[in-house]
């Protein structure tokens, strides 16, 4: 199996789908089928593992990182029951991760043109892929460019790159956004990072 290295904020989903690319598997079952036959040589038990802790493990990520580095439960899953310590990708949090954790938090798939330009420009990778923080509810700019982000018209977008030519829709067609919705998007970003959901009210988003 051909391994391939998340970028920084891939998107889980779009990582699955660059890995199914690379290694030429036409459909997420043969792909998970080669996922299971390389964790089992490498001595995993993989019987009840989440897909996120499968691409985490193939990858040679701790799950708990690879978690709060690629996935969205740190919007979908947004508290914990007081006094636990449950963090995202953790073996006590499977059931968390089975349900949500290859899920963006809203539907569709978007990029930004201007990242999409730079990754292309980029000798290092020259390849573009899916980041999370174009996949907030709500946040419909990219945080870095200001730009309007756009839509790939497609009904399985995330089985190729997005440089690979899609027809695109601008998701807001508005003007750079104002400063408190910079703001929002600001905020929305930093909390996609948390490594675990807050069992006590939130002072601040760090951490």
Not at 113 to 130: G, M, P, Q, R
Not at 160 to 172: G, R
């Amino acid at each position: 199996m051909i391994e391939v290295e998340p970028m920084l904020d891939e998107l889980s989903i779009g990582h699955e789908g660059r890995l199914a690319w690379v290694n030429n598997c036409q459909s997420p079952e043969e792909l998970y089928s080669l996922i299971s036959r390389t964790l089992g040589q490498q001595g995993h038990e993989i019987a009840t593992l989440p897909k996120l802790h499968q691409l985490a493990l193939v990858s040679k990520y701790d799950p708990k990182e690879y978690a709060r580095r690629h996935s969205m439960l740190a919007v979908r899953r947004v508290a914990a029951k007081c006094g636990l310590d449950m963090p995202h990708g953790a073996a006590n949090s499977y059931a968390f991760s089975k349900r949500l954790g290859m899920l963006p938090q809203r539907s569709g798939a978007y990029c930004c043109i201007k990242c999409v330009e730079e990754d292309l420009n980029n000798t290092n990778h020259a390849f573009s892929w899916y980041r999370r923080k174009h996949h907030l509810v709500g946040v419909d700019w990219c945080s870095i460019h200001s730009c309007a982000l756009s839509r790939i018209d497609s009904l399985v977008p995330f089985t190729k790159l997005p440089h690979i030519p899609f027809s695109l829709a601008d998701v807001a067609g508005k003007p750079a956004p104002l400063k408190s919705v910079r703001i929002q998007s600001q905020l929305a970003c930093r909390l996609v990072k948390h490594k675990s959901s807050p069992n006590q009210p939130l002072d601040s988003l760090d951490g």
